[in-house]
C-alpha cells in the first residue's frame, strides 16, 4: 500500500491527521464548553437588544388595528292574533322574510341608507344641491362596505312561531359602532313590516288580476252556453230538457182537443138533425094553416095569426136544460177525461136524451089562453135557436182544429231543434270543460285572496310580526382581534430573535483568540503557555462596579420597560376602558389597576 510513497507524502498525511483531531467537532465536551462560554461572554448581547426590540414592538403593538365588536339580541315572533290564524292565512311573505333576514340587512343599499340617516362617518363634505362629494362619497361607501361585512346575523333558537336572532357588529372603529348597530336593527323591523306589507299587497294585486282575466274568460264562456241552451233547448244531458214539458202538456192539450172536437162533431150532427127537424115543422105547420083566416108565415118559420096563438114556453126551457146538459157533457170528456162508459156521463147522456125527445114531441105554438093578449115582440123562434147554437158548435170545433195545427207545429218545431241540439251538442261540451276548468282556476285564485286579505289586514293594525329586544346594544368590554396572549408572543419572539442574532454577529464578528492552539497555529511558532489579559486593581474595581451595580442596573431597566411595554399592550387590546383612566389619571395607577372606581 505505501509502495511509490516518498518520505515527504507521509510526513503531509501524518499532519492532516494531526490537524483533524486537533479541531474535530465530534468531541462533546469541547462543544459544549464552547455554548456555554457563548452564554457566559454574550449574554448581555442577548439580553439587552431582545428587551429593548420586545419593549419597541410591545409598544407598537398599541397602533395595530383593533376590530370592535357590538351585539344585540332581538326576539321575532308572531302576534297572537296572527299565530290563532295560522293554517288559515297566507303567511308565505312572513316565511320568506325569515329566511332573508341575514341577507336583508347585509344589503348595501340597506346599509349605505341607514348610514345616510344616521350622517356618518362625520365631517362629510356636499355639493349646494346636497349630494356629497367623491371624496366624501367613497368614504362613505368604505364604511359601508365595512359594515356590511362585519355585520353578522346569528340564529340563537329558532322555531314555528318565534326567532331569536342576535345580531354582531364588527368595526375597527368603535366610536359609532353601537349607534350604527342599534340603527340597523330598528331600521330592519321597520323595513321587515314594510316589506311584508307590500308583498302582500303585490300578491294581491297578481291573484286579482288573475281573478279578473279568469272570470272575463269564464264570462265569455257562460255566454256561449246561454246562447247554445237558448238556440237548442235539452243540449245539456245533465239538465232536463225543459222543452218536454211543454210537449207533454201539447201532447196531452191536443189529446184533450181531439177528445172535444170528436164531442163537438156528434154534438154539431145532432144540432144540424135538430134544425132540419124544426124546419120541417114549421113547413108543415105552414102548410096546414095556409088558407086560415089571419094566419101566416114569417121568414124564421114561425106563424102568425090574428087570434091569440103564443110560442109554446116549454120549447124554451127544455132547449135551455139541454144546452146546460151539452155544457156538462163536454166538460166530462173533454176536462175531467171520463170514459163514456162512466156513471156520471151514462147520467147525462140519458137525461139528454130524454130532453130531446121531449123537446120533439112539444107543439110549436099554443093559443094564448091569457084574458088580455099579448102585444110584446115575440123571441127568438126554436129553429132560429137551434141555428145560432149549431153556429157556435161549428165556431168552437174550427177553433179546436186551428190549436191542434198549433200544436203540431209546435210540437214539430221542438222536435227539430231537439235533433239541432243532438248535432251541436259535442261543441257545447267541448266549451262546458273550457268553463269548467276556468272555474276551478278562477277558484284557485280566489282561495288565496281571502285569506291574503285578512293577513293584510292585520299587518296594516300591526298585528303581524312583532320585534322586541331582549338584549339591547352593547360594546364587548375589548376587541375581538387581535389576540392578547398572540401579541405578547409575538413581541416577545421579535425580541428573542433579535437578541439572538446579535449573539450571532458579535460571536462572527469577534477574531480574538481563545486557545493556545489558535494561537500557535496562526502565528506558525510554538507556544508553550499566555495569558490572556493582565488585569491592574483599577480595572478589577471597574469590572466589579460594572457586575455588581450598573448591569443589574441596566437589567432591571430593561426587565422594568419591558413589563411596563407588555402592561400597556395588555391594557389597550383586554381593557382599553382601564387603559383609557390610566392615562386620564397616571397618578391613581393602582387604584385603578386594582379595579377602585374613578374619583
Known amino acids: 500500500m505505501n509502495r511509490g510513497r516518498g518520505p515527504e507524502s507521509e510526513e503531509v498525511l501524518m499532519a492532516a491527521q494531526h490537524h483533524h483531531d486537533e479541531y474535530t467537532m465530534t468531541d462533546i465536551r469541547h462543544t459544549l464548553g464552547e455554548v456555554w462560554r457563548v452564554v457566559r461572554d454574550r449574554r448581555w ?55 332573508r333576514i341575514a341577507s336583508d340587512m347585509a344589503d348595501i343599499e340597506f346599509v349605505a341608507e341607514a348610514l345616510d340617516e344616521l350622517d356618518l362617518p362625520r365631517g362629510l ?33 329558532s322555531s314555528s312561531s318565534r326567532d331569536i336572532v342576535e345580531m354582531t357588529l364588527s368595526l375597527h372603529d368603535a366610536t359609532h359602532l353601537t349607534e350604527i348597530l342599534s340603527h340597523l336593527r330598528d331600521k330592519y323591523a321597520r323595513l321587515a313590516k314594510k316589506k311584508t306589507g307590500s308583498i302582500l299587497r303585490d300578491a294581491q294585486k297578481f291573484f286579482q288580476a288573475e281573478s279578473d282575466k279568469c272570470r272575463a274568460r269564464l264570462a265569455g264562456l257562460e255566454k256561449q252556453l246561454r246562447e247554445f241552451e237558448a238556440r237548442y233547448p235539452g243540449i245539456d244531458p245533465q239538465v232536463a230538457d225543459p222543452t218536454l214539458v211543454e210537449q207533454a202538456a201539447l201532447v196531452t192539450e191536443r189529446i184533450e182537443l181531439e177528445g172535444k172536437i170528436k164531442d163537438l162533431s156528434a154534438q154539431r150532427e145532432e144540432l144540424a138533425a135538430s134544425v132540419e127537424k124544426l124546419a120541417a115543422d114549421c113547413s ?17 118559420g114561425a106563424l102568425t095569426q090574428e087570434v091569440p096563438h103564443v110560442p109554446n114556453p116549454a120549447i124554451a126551457e127544455v132547449m135551455d136544460e139541454i144546452r146546460v146538459l151539452e155544457d156538462e157533457l163536454l166538460t166530462a170528456k173533454s176536462i175531467r177525461l171520463m170514459t163514456d162508459q162512466h ?46 147554437r149549431l153556429a157556435h158548435a161549428d165556431t168552437k170545433l174550427a177553433a179546436a182544429r186551428a190549436r191542434i195545427d198549433e200544436i203540431s207545429t209546435r210540437i214539430g218545431v221542438m222536435e227539430r231543434r231537439r235533433l239541432e241540439a243532438v248535432d251541436q251538442r259535442e261543441a257545447y261540451l267541448k266549451i262546458r ?34 320585534f322586541s329586544v331582549l338584549r339591547d346594544t352593547a360594546r364587548a368590554p375589548k376587541p375581538a382581534s387581535p389576540n392578547a396572549m398572540l401579541v405578547l408572543l409575538v413581541c416577545v419572539a421579535i425580541g428573542a430573535a433579535a437578541g439572538g442574532i446579535t449573539v450571532v454577529s458579535v460571536e462572527l464578528l469577534d477574531h480574538s483568540f481563545r486557545t493556545v492552539k489558535q494561537l500557535g497555529s496562526t502565528l506558525g511558532v510554538p507556544v508553550i503557555e499566555g495569558v490572556d489579559e493582565i488585569l491592574t486593581r483599577q480595572k478589577r474595581r471597574r469590572r466589579l462596579v460594572r457586575k455588581l451595580v450598573l448591569m443589574p ?31 386620564q389619571s397616571p397618578g391613581k395607577v393602582y387604584e385603578i389597576a386594582m379595579g377602585a372606581d374613578e374619583v
Open 125 to 157: 363634505q356636499r355639493f349646494e344641491n346636497g349630494e356629497l362629494t367623491p371624496a366624501s362619497a367613497a368614504r362613505r361607501a368604505a364604511l359601508a362596505r365595512e359594515v356590511r361585512e362585519g355585520l353578522k346575523v346569528t340564529s340563537i333558537d
Open 553 to 583: 442596573a441596566v437589567a432591571t431597566v430593561l426587565v422594568v420597560a419591558v413589563a411596563v411595554a407588555g402592561a400597556v399592550a395588555f391594557l389597550s387590546i383586554e381593557q382599553p376602558d382601564r387603559l383609557e383612566q390610566i392615562r
Open 45 to 99: 448581547y442577548f439580553i439587552a437588544p431582545s428587551c429593548v426590540i420586545t419593549t419597541i414592538a410591545l409598544l407598537c403593538s398599541v397602533w395595530v388595528p383593533r376590530t370592535y365588536t357590538a351585539s344585540t339580541i332581538v326576539k321575532r315572533e308572531q302576534d297572537p292574533v296572527l299565530a290563532s290564524m295560522m293554517g288559515q292565512a297566507w303567511t308565505e311573505p312572513y316565511g320568506e322574510i325569515r329566511k
Open 284 to 300: 108543415d105547420a105552414a102548410a096546414g094553416m095556409a088558407g086560415v083566416s089571419g094566419v101566416s108565415v114569417n121568414a124564421g
Open 433 to 466: 270543460q273550457q268553463a269548467d276548468r276556468t272555474r276551478g282556476e278562477l277558484d284557485g285564485w280566489q282561495a288565496n285572496l281571502g285569506p291574503i286579505g285578512h293577513v293584510l289586514t292585520l299587518e296594516d293594525s300591526d298585528r303581524g310580526i312583532m
Open 343 to 388: 156513471p156520471a156521463v151514462v147520467r147525462i147522456r140519458r137525461t139528454l136524451d130524454a130532453r130531446r125527445a121531449e123537446l120533439a114531441s112539444l107543439p110549436a105554438t099554443v093559443p094564448d089562453l091569457s084574458p088580455t093578449r099579448n102585444t110584446a115582440p115575440a123571441g127568438p123562434t126554436p129553429l132560429e135557436q137551434a141555428e145560432t
